[in-house]
Structure formats: C-alpha cells, structure tokens
C-alpha cells in the first residue's frame, strides 16, 4: 500500500478538500503556505483514491525539475505512475505525473483523468492550463489546485476556474508548531532607488529593473550583509533576469565565496550538478532570476534531507505572489531559523512572509495598499542592525537596542481554529445555494453568477450526480442550448 506519513496540518487539509467535493463542487483550489507538503497531501488522496476504485489521477506541473521532483516523492511512497511529458511514450498507468506543455500538446489523444491535481495554480491562468483544466472539467473530472499564493502574479482572479477555496493552517501557525523553519531578516539601510523604473505590464520594467539593480555597490552590499548575518550558509539568491544574476554569481566567487547560475537554458545535467554541490558544500550561493522558485524543494532534488538556510532577495517586485515565492524557498523545516536578506524593499512593501493574508477568488483587491486598515505600520527596521520585524516591541530583537515602540498591525484572524470553521461554512452555503437550484436551469445560472468558465457543464455535473449518473452526451448538448438561451 502506498503511504505517506501525513502531519495532523496535512490531514486536516485533505479532510477540507474532501469536504468540499463532497459538498459538490467539481474544482477546488486548495491553498497552504509554500513549503507546507501540497506533492504530499495529492499523493495522499491519490494513494486513497486508488485504494477504493480505479480512480484515475495526473499531477501536473509546469517544469520538468518539479516533474522529477515529484515523481521522487511519488515513488518514495511507493505509488507507481507514468511519466507524461517530451520524449517519453505514454504507459497505461492509473496514476501519471506531467508537465503542462506535454499535456497540453497531446489533449487530443489522451482521456481526461477522475482526478486532475494542478501544482502552482496560480500560474494557471494561463491559456495552456485553462484549456487542460476546463477540457478536464467538460469530462466530468475533479480538478483540485494547488497553491501558496493564490493570486495570479499579476494580481487576476482564479475564481473563473475554482469554484471553491479552502486554506489550510496559516503560516505563521505554520511557523510556531516548527512545520515550518521561523526566520530572521534583514533589510538594507536603504531601499533600491526605483525611480527610473517604470511599470511594464503587471510587475516592472524587467530591463530598467536589471538597470537599477544590477550594480556593483549593491552586489558588494549583498555579500557584507550575507558574510555578517548567512556566513557559510546554503543560500539562493534571487536576481532580476540573467545577466544580473550572473554578475551576482560572479561577485560572490570573486569574494571566495563559490557561487553558481542556473537559468531556463541550464541542462539537466547543470541543475543537478548546482544541486548537489550546494548540498555537498561545493557551491553556497544559487544565483537564479526564476527558476528555482515555485515548488523548488531542494531535499527532493538531492534525495537527502538538506534544506535551503538563507534567501537573498535582489529583484524587487510588485507581486505579493511572487515574493512569498522566493522567501519560502528557505523556510523549509530545519533546526535553525532561516536568514532571509532583503535588498529589494520587499517586506517594507509587502510585509513579512508569515503576515496574515487575505486570499480570494477574486484577484488582488484594487487600491488594497492605500485602504485604511494599511495605515498601520506592518514592519520595523532596526537602525542599528537593519533587522526586520513586526511592530509592537521596545528592542530590536536581534541586537537587543532600544526601538521606538510602534502600534502593531492588527491581525483579524483568530488562531487555530479558522481552516475549519471556513470548510464548514463554505459548505453550508454551497449546499444551500446549490440545494435551492431545482433543476438544469437553475444550476446553470448559479454556475454563471459564480463566475464559472463553463456553467453548463458544471451544471450538467451537480444534476446528473443527483441522478445518481453519469452524464451523457445529450446532456451536455441540452446545457449548453439552455445556457446560450439564456445568454440572450
Ligand atoms: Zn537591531
């Protein structure tokens, strides 16, 4: 039998998402911090799945060094799949593990699983994943996501996918139960001058940004800050594109410190290598712009129970998403909190990584950062130490000087008990709005207020399954009439 061992965090997890497909929702977007174990809560419903039926399953990811890693873990816990991805023939196992470009390129051939997992759904929104995802769904399949930042990097909703949200313990909760590393960071003195950099789409100008970033004195900063707080530590460092993450790694080795790039066009063969020498201690730096940041677990890609301990942040962002991203990189369970080195502004603007946030289907909410409750003061800055910490203290924690005591910010969230009162309330309103809609029609026009891609099939799902059935053909051709009918 296939097993992994779950903590009680994870099993509260699988229990929320099992509840809200037994509330009848057909695709759910399960959200828990990065580095929470999201490969092991899929392969646990796989495992449990395919214990009572013939249940199929795919995994699918959006790069091939997750699609190894995965099918790692996969094998770890002995569940056997096939590979879906280039240059592999398909086999007729129940269980694969893929990459969306594969997948995608070869819909034509291939049967929609029971269960379709997405890893990192916050990337997809892209067309790709859309049209996998809603060909999955137009099949009758369950589709679950899974994310630590559900909001797209350019702040656009996923609600047009998942019907459904559920949030597993928070990550500071996270943090203070030891599931994850706790950390320490610093900030510059000053943050980036930004102000030659203009918006390009939904983050910076990537070139201006390399720009205002890609400098010398700035470099240097970076590796005084990490010789005084990381020395000898297993660090990535995250740069603003190639070219700037390369004179990083370059300026890090010529300081004595061994350093390695990595970028899309580094081999297979480069990757493991940078990967094993930073778990062997040959290299200390991982230099990268964007590779080695969702899902990037390093253990998994060693196969030995080695983790990343510091987190070197160079490339400003706009995103919320894509900063937890990289910070959480380090935060993996260890003994020793991580050191995360912030030159980029990053928790002046965002917060720190275990801040409560409040995710929707929606998208980012607009203006959020100008609202009122935004006027108290999220972080601190120790002028003495430059570390960053939450409000509310008269010593710096780290280096114990005397702070100006500010107002924290507010939490709302209650503690602990907030992942399972959400389940149970989202259930009730699902089944009661659900409930009330009587028929086909019905359904539909719930399925549209709910801002579903495709209410039709959604609605053809829910009715035939109270039927007791599956659903045929017609029925989908009926929905679709009744939809276009009331579309006009
Ligand atoms: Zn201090």
């Not at 597993?168 to 943090?175: D, K, N, P, V, Y």
């Not at 720009?211 to 004195?217: G, R, S």
Request: a positive charge.
């Amino acid at each position: 039998m296939a097993t992994f061992n779950l903590y009680e965090d994870q099993s509260e997890f699988v229990e929320q998402l099992r509840a809200a497909l037994r509330a009848g929702a057909k695709s759910v977007l399960g959200v828990a911090s990065p580095a929470f174990g999201k490969t092991v809560v899929a392969g646990h419903i796989i495992a449990m799945a395919r214990e009572k039926s013939d249940a199929t399953a795919w995994f699918i990811v959006h790069r091939k060094n997750l699609l190894r890693q995965t099918s790692k873990s996969f094998w770890g816990a002995q569940i056997e799949h096939g590979l879906l991805t280039s240059g592999r023939a398909r086999s007729r196992l129940a269980v694969q593990v893929g990459t969306i470009g594969t997948v995608h390129s070869r819909l034509e051939s291939l049967t929609p699983p029971s269960i379709l997992f997405v890893d990192e759904a916050h990337l997809s929104k892209g067309s790709m994943f859309e049209r996998v995802i809603q060909w999955a769904l137009d099949a009758g399949s369950i589709v679950i996501g899974l994310t630590g930042t559900p909001e797209r990097l350019d702040g656009q909703a996923l609600g047009g996918l998942f019907e459904v949200m559920v949030e597993a313990r928070s990550t500071h909760w996270l943090i203070q139960q030891g599931r994850l590393s706790g950390y320490d960071m610093y900030s510059t003195g000053v943050e980036p001058d930004l102000s030659g950099v203009k918006k390009s789409g939904n983050d910076y100008n990537r070139d201006q940004l390399a720009e205002a970033m890609d400098k010398p004195m700035l470099v240097g900063d970076a590796i005084s800050h990490w010789r005084r707080h990381a020395n000898g530590m297993r660090t990535v460092a995250y740069c603003v594109n190639v070219k700037h993450s390369k004179h990083t790694a370059e300026a890090f080795n010529a300081a004595g410190i061994p350093a390695v790039h990595v970028d899309a066009d580094t081999t297979e063969a480069e990757l493991k290598d940078a990967c094993e020498g930073l778990a062997d201690g040959r290299y200390l730096i991982l230099c990268n712009c964007e590779l080695v940041i969702e899902g990037f677990d390093l253990s998994a890609q060693v196969g030995k129970d080695i983790t990343l301990e510091c987190c070197i942040l160079l490339r400003p962002t706009q995103s919320v998403a894509r900063y937890l991203q990289m910070v959480f990189r380090a935060l993996r369970r260890k003994p020793r909190p991580a050191i995360i080195l912030d030159h980029a502004g990053c928790a002046m603007r965002h917060g720190l990584p275990d801040d409560d946030r409040e995710w929707s289907l929606e998208g980012r909410k607009k203006g959020r950062r100008a609202s009122s409750d935004d006027t108290e003061v999220r972080v601190q800055q120790c002028p003495h130490c430059y570390h960053v910490f939450r409000p509310g203290v008269a010593e710096c924690p780290s280096c114990g000087e005397p702070v100006e005591r500010k107002e924290a910010r507010k939490i709302e969230v209650v503690e602990g008990e907030l992942a399972k009162v959400d389940a149970d309330l989202f259930r009730k309103t699902a089944r009661k709005e659900q409930g009330q809609s009587r028929d086909l029609e019905d359904l539909i026009a719930l399925g549209s207020r709910r801002g579903m891609r495709n209410p039709a099939a959604w609605a053809v799902n829910v009715h035939c399954a109270r039927q007791g059935r599956k659903p045929t053909k017609d029925d989908y051709g009926n929905a679709n009439r009744i939809a276009k009918g009331m579309a006009q």
